[in-house]
């Protein structure tokens, strides 16, 4: 039982593809006819008929076989159709006999056409949409075989073959028409030629463009009319590779060329050339534009842009701007040198994230100067800060505004920067060396001002870590006396420095201000890569002076590379200056202290180590004066009173003998002297001490020993006073060293025990005259105090060094002495 949905029927789409069927359908009508004939005759029906059934009517545009009084018929009402039910399912409607049928039966064709037996076929178009049907019928009951229904259904498939050509002829005229009527009213002049370079279409813009008619181009070759005479030999060149199937770049491209045009005049085109296949082979086509006047304004515009770009890349202040959406257009040189870059369309708020406010604190995108310029305030010489990583930070003056046009509309904003780094940077300084000076006005030690002086300096400069370094003279290396380092930071407590080692070695052998711009990218030998793996990278290290010399460095690191600024290492070393008069003034009340000990230790000297051999020579004279003993009891007592005569003369000999070194008067005899026999002639004569001792005395002498000059009495004595008080001062059973070595500079003697040491809050002294250690003298050690004292002095007289190395945990110390090479 056939099913009806009038919705079907009533689709907006279906209505308009079944109006265009039908008007070209209609016009198409002895073909139709034709097919619809063939339909009946192939099942052998009295009728045959092509209905298109809308949402009211049922439209006949095929017909065959109707009686006379229904030839005229075109249109019926569709409720009365056995078609609507082949639109409205879109199958095949077989129909024996429609009496029969409670749906069909009432139909009107059945009452009043007398149609008994029905077969239908959809009909649809290219789109898809059931529009009708080619159907047969007929007035009595039949009975309708499978071949019936596939001879209708390739009727219906030839009737949408006809609806499908008639469609595209008629798009194919209507694009047509329509592409004529956009060429001709098209703006820019449309040229299609054949490969050969014939012009077969000119419009009318091409008619303005070039000056030649369409009646008079058409025909004409392309070169011969518009193609410059020194490009024509490349434009007949590219034509022959087209026409030989090659297919050049620029096709479909944008190009700027040049064209002439009636009057022989040159002027810049723009096109777009391509190429079609068409029934008559390749030929080419393009749109040209005529841009003399956008390439005169670009032109100037660029002249304007070039001068307006070098007046701004001329200035010292960097400029910023944005357009009316707040996207960076324009970073003047100045700017990209400030910020590393250039402006890249990001917004106003992101122009730079590393922005702070003068204080430290970050400066959130809407507080960014630019950006309250381009939601409309007007800036005057704000604080800015900017600190892009890797770089130093460097301190600003904005001035900010708007830009609107003349009738108030945004069309951006532009920010200029005043650099005054160096201007704040010295106000800071100032300040920073007046709190210097209070708190070394209210500091006992230069350690104990040590980590806030460091502190307050390396906060004013900006920088992480800072470093207070003394000279040792004993040791002759630099050792830490303070540290500062910003919270974040890891940076391990430093070892000594040698002179040359390290930025604050370099300041103070070279005793000048060192700057290292870098110190991830330096030598080795400033021994500073550890503080680049803590992310340290700019290093800067000033002497310290006091009366005598340079008696320490400075030292401050920061974390981005920085090139040396004058002006900084001037305000620096007014600070480091301020230092060195507070150490010079505390050495003073130190050397006044000194020279107070040293005036109490001359006479516990004098009251120990001279009165004790007084008294034995006093009292054993008074024996040999009052006593009547044996030979052999006065020989004793005599040689009691020599020995210690001896030990007097001596002390006083030594005493006088420092004396005349320190102050000069003594001359020494320096002739060339092989020091390897000295200290093996002093080793040998040690030994029988060590010896007795049970001590491990080795000695080492090189094969081709270096020869020095020197006064040998005085060198002697030096070694002779290292290895005997190594002997002296080790217990039984330790080891005494005793090492030569040469090179072409000099030889260097180097005497190791694992005696008693030195401790370490006496070790500065140790070379002081009448000092004597702690340790030594609570074990009862007998000693004047001035071995050391007159050793460094007869060293440093030979323009040698001699200095001392305490082991640490191990027991011990080495002396290490140093002289030059003989040069004759």
């Not at 009946?40 to 049922?58: F, I, K």
């Not at 630099?478 to 604050?504: C, H, Q």
């Not at 507070?582 to 180590?609: C, M, N, P, S, Y």
């Not at 006496?762 to 001035?786: A, D, K, Y």
Request: negative net charge; hydrophobic residues 40%; glycine residues 8%.
């Amino acid at each position: 039982m056939p099913q009806l949905d009038t919705g079907v029927l009533a689709q907006p789409e279906r209505l308009r593809a079944l109006r265009r069927a039908h008007l070209l359908l209609e016009s198409s009508s002895a073909p139709v006819d034709g097919l619809v004939r063939l339909a009946a005759r192939s099942v052998v029906a009295p009728v045959g008929l092509l209905t298109l059934v809308d949402d009211e009517r049922m439209h006949v545009v095929g017909k065959h076989g109707l009686p006379p009084d229904l030839e005229r018929v075109h249109a019926e009402p569709a409720t009365s159709s056995f078609c609507q039910f082949v639109v409205s399912e879109d199958v095949p409607l077989v129909v024996r006999d429609a009496r029969e049928d409670p749906v069909l039966r009432d139909l009107g064709v059945v009452h009043t056409r007398h149609i008994t037996a029905y077969l239908g076929q959809p009909v649809h178009d290219a789109a898809g949409h059931t529009l009708g049907a080619v159907c047969v019928t007929d007035s009595v009951p039949r009975h309708w075989t499978d071949d019936d229904i596939a001879a209708l259904a390739e009727c219906a498939s030839l009737l949408e073959m006809l609806l499908a050509a008639e469609t595209s002829r008629e798009d194919i005229a209507l694009a047509a028409a329509e592409t004529d009527a956009v060429l001709e009213t098209a703006l820019e002049a449309f040229v299609a030629i054949e490969l050969t370079g014939e012009i077969t279409r000119w419009n009318r813009a091409a008619e303005r463009t070039f000056g030649w008619s369409a009646q008079e181009a058409i025909g004409q070759y392309v070169h011969d009319l518009v193609i410059p005479e020194r490009f024509r030999a490349a434009h007949r060149a590219g034509l022959t590779r087209l026409a030989r199937g090659g297919v050049p770049r620029l096709i479909g491209q944008r190009l700027q060329l040049y064209a002439v045009n009636r009057s022989g005049n040159e002027f810049p085109v723009e096109l777009t050339l391509n190429v079609v296949e068409g029934q008559l082979g390749r030929h080419a086509h393009a749109f040209i534009y005529d841009i003399s006047e956008r390439v005169t304004a670009e032109r100037h515009l660029a002249r304007e842009r070039h001068f307006l770009s070098a007046l701004l890349d001329n200035l010292d202040a960097g400029v910023v701007a944005c357009d009316e959406r707040g996207r960076l257009i324009l970073f003047n040189r100045a700017m990209r040198q400030i910020v590393g870059h250039d402006a890249d369309g990001s917004t106003a708020e992101r122009w730079t994230a590393a922005g702070t406010a003068p204080g430290g604190g970050t400066i959130s995108g809407d507080e960014m100067p630019l950006t309250r310029a381009f939601h409309g305030e007007h800036i005057r010489d704000a604080e800015f800060v900017i600190h892009v990583p890797d770089r130093p930070r460097r301190s600003f003056t904005v001035n900010a505004q708007p830009i609107r046009d003349a009738d108030g509309a945004r069309l951006g904003a532009v920010a200029a920067l005043h650099e005054v780094t160096d201007r704040r940077r010295a106000q800071r300084l100032i300040e920073c060396e007046l709190a210097v000076s209070r708190i070394l006005e209210h500091s006992a030690t230069i350690e104990a001002a040590g980590p806030e002086l460091l502190e307050t300096v390396a906060r004013t400069l900006h920088w992480p870590h800072a470093e207070m370094w003394l000279v040792d003279k004993v040791g002759n290396v630099l050792r830490n006396a303070a540290m500062w380092t910003e919270p974040g930071y890891e940076i391990p407590f430093p070892d000594p420095l040698p002179p040359g080692k390290g930025v604050s070695g370099v300041a103070w052998e070279t005793g000048q201000p060192t700057w290292i711009p870098d110190i991830s990218a330096v030598s080795s030998r400033l021994n500073v890569p550890s503080l680049a793996k803590h992310g340290l990278r700019v290093g800067l290290a000033l002497p310290i002076r006091d009366g005598t010399g340079v008696t320490g460095t400075l030292s401050f690191f920061g974390d981005a590379a920085e090139q040396p600024e004058q002006s900084l290492i001037a305000l620096l070393s007014g600070i480091a200056a301020h230092v060195g008069q507070f150490l010079e003034r505390r050495r003073a009340e130190d050397l006044a202290k000194q020279l107070a000990r040293t005036k109490d230790e001359f006479i516990a000297l004098v009251g120990h180590e001279l009165r004790t051999p007084l008294t034995s020579i006093s009292s054993y004279t008074e024996l040999l004066l009052h006593d009547h003993e044996d030979e052999t009891t006065r020989a004793e007592f005599l040689a009691v009173i020599a020995r210690n005569a001896e030990n007097l003369r001596a002390i006083i000999d030594d005493l006088l003998d420092l004396a005349g070194l320190e102050s000069g008067y003594v001359t020494m005899v320096e002739r060339p002297l092989d020091f390897a026999a000295v200290v093996r002639e002093v080793a040998d004569a040690n030994a029988p001490s060590a010896r007795d001792r049970d001590l491990d005395c080795a000695v080492t002498l090189p094969h081709n020993p270096t020869p020095v000059s020197g006064d040998l009495p005085r060198l002697r004595k030096v070694v002779d006073h290292l290895v005997t008080n190594a002997v002296k001062f080790t217990p039984a059973g330790g080891r005494v060293e005793i090492r030569l070595d040469g090179d072409v500079a000099g030889v260097t003697l180097r005497v190791t025990d694992t005696g008693v040491g030195i401790p370490a809050e006496e070790r500065s002294r140790l070379f002081e005259r009448f000092f004597r250690g702690s340790n030594i003298r609570n074990q009862g050690v007998p000693g004047t105090g001035l071995g050391l004292a007159i050793s460094r002095t007869v060293v440093e007289r030979h323009g040698g060094t001699i200095t001392v190395t305490d082991h640490g945990e191990k027991p011990g110390t080495t002396f290490e002495v140093r002289l030059p090479a003989y040069c004759p």
